[in-house]
Nanobody, 122 residues
């Protein structure tokens, strides 16, 4: 199975920035649609960003649009650049990969990472 691995989580002050990375050891992500989810404590899991394998088209949820940016620096790594962070952004962030070459609303991705914790606090 494809096993995405997230990195870059940690603690950051409100208003700060953090960059998360998603990769799979020994495998390229160029042919996969990558979608980031997050889950805050006691809240539902939320899809927040997606980048399509077809044309690198992107999608963002209303909760992060204008503050977060998803991108591919190369065929091996996908990034989620997070800025203007608030305590409401605290949660576990999951990277997912899907063989479908486009972002689709409501679709459950085939491959999930274990998650990385982001804590926004003073």
């Amino acid at each position: 199975q494809l096993q995405p691995v997230e990195s870059g989580g940690g603690q950051v002050q409100p208003g700060g920035s953090l960059r998360l990375s998603c990769a799979v050891s020994g495998r390229s992500l160029a042919d996969y649609t990558i979608k980031w989810f997050r889950q805050a404590p006691s809240k539902e899991r939320e899809a927040i960003a997606c980048i399509s394998a077809t044309d690198d088209g992107t999608y963002y949820s209303d909760s992060v649009k204008g503050r977060f940016t998803i991108s591919r620096d190369n065929s091996d790594v996908v990034f989620l650049q997070m800025t203007s962070l608030t305590p409401e952004d605290t949660g576990v962030y999951f990277c997912t990969a899907d063989e479908l070459p486009l972002c689709m609303r409501g679709r459950a991705p085939n491959h999930w990472g274990r998650g990385t914790l982001v804590t926004v606090s003073s």
